[in-house]
T-cell receptor, first 111, second 111 residues
Framework: DVKVTQSSRYLVKRTGEKVFLECVQD?????MFWYRQDPGLGLRLIYF???????EKGDIPEGYSVSREKKERFSLILESASTNQTSMYLC??????????FGSGTRLTVV | DAKTTQPNSMESNEEEPVHLPCNHS???????IHWYRQLPSQGPEYVIH???SNVNNRMASLAIAEDRKSSTLILHRATLRDAAVYYC????????????FGSGTKLNVKP
């Protein structure tokens, strides 16, 4: 079974902390994505990457950055966590013509 | 992004078929119709997708209207494990990085 693995299921961080969310896929997919999911707002794209060291802003990139040093790994960084970044974060990957594969999600709480 | 419209919730009895509708009147020729489902505290999971013809797989069937402005996901025998939120989304082969992931249909399965 192909997999997208997110390093943490639950995280609690303090306001102002730097937070790293890690995502690894084993499908050799070129395209990887970070979304956040909030009640009533659906999934919103934060950043995506179509190749190593390449990144593009999604719809809500403010307060976030990303890193893709290796094809299989895509990291989301919250430079200075704030309470409005409390959310479910989902990583996904896809190759052209295929379907999206999502990770199990990381529920982040910023206190 | 082309949008889809789904009922907020539906209910089914266990072992009975379920038909989940989706309207996508602004669909374009390059849009594939994808269905995903999300179990509580999990990331979305791929169910099925199609372009013009009806599709079957081990999880479900997808019936696509002739004008492609609507589709129906069919679960042939609902089980309690099928209780989830079902999302119908359009993914373009021309721009598969962008899609609209709305609120979906929450399916409740009664024993």
């Amino acid at each position: 079974d192909v997999k997208v693995t997110q390093s943490s299921r639950y995280l609690v961080k303090r306001t102002g902390e730097k937070v790293f969310l890690e995502c690894v896929q084993d499908m050799d997919h070129e395209n990887m994505f970070w979304y956040r999911q909030d009640p009533g707002l659906g999934l919103r794209l934060i950043y995506f990457s179509y190749d190593v060291k390449m990144k593009e802003k999604g719809d809500i990139p403010e307060g976030y950055s990303v890193s893709r040093e290796k094809k299989e790994r895509f990291s989301l960084i919250l430079e200075s966590a704030s309470t409005n970044q409390t959310s479910m974060y989902l990583c996904a990957s896809i190759d052209r013509g295929s379907s999206y594969t999502f990770g199990s999600g990381t529920r982040l709480t910023v206190v | 992004d082309a949008k889809t419209t789904q009922p907020n919730s539906m209910e089914s009895n266990e072992e009975e078929p379920v038909h989940l509708p989706c309207n996508h009147s602004t669909i374009s020729g390059t849009d594939y119709i994808h269905w995903y489902r999300q179990l509580p505290s999990q990331g979305p999971e791929y169910v099925i997708h199609g372009l013009t013809s009806n599709v079957n797989n081990r999880m479900a069937s997808l019936a696509i209207a002739e004008d492609r402005k609507s589709s129906t996901l069919i679960l042939h025998r609902a089980t309690l494990r099928d209780a989830a939120v079902y999302y119908c989304i359009l993914i373009s082969t021309a721009n598969f990085n962008k899609f609209y992931f709305g609120s979906g249909t929450k399916l409740n399965v009664k024993p």
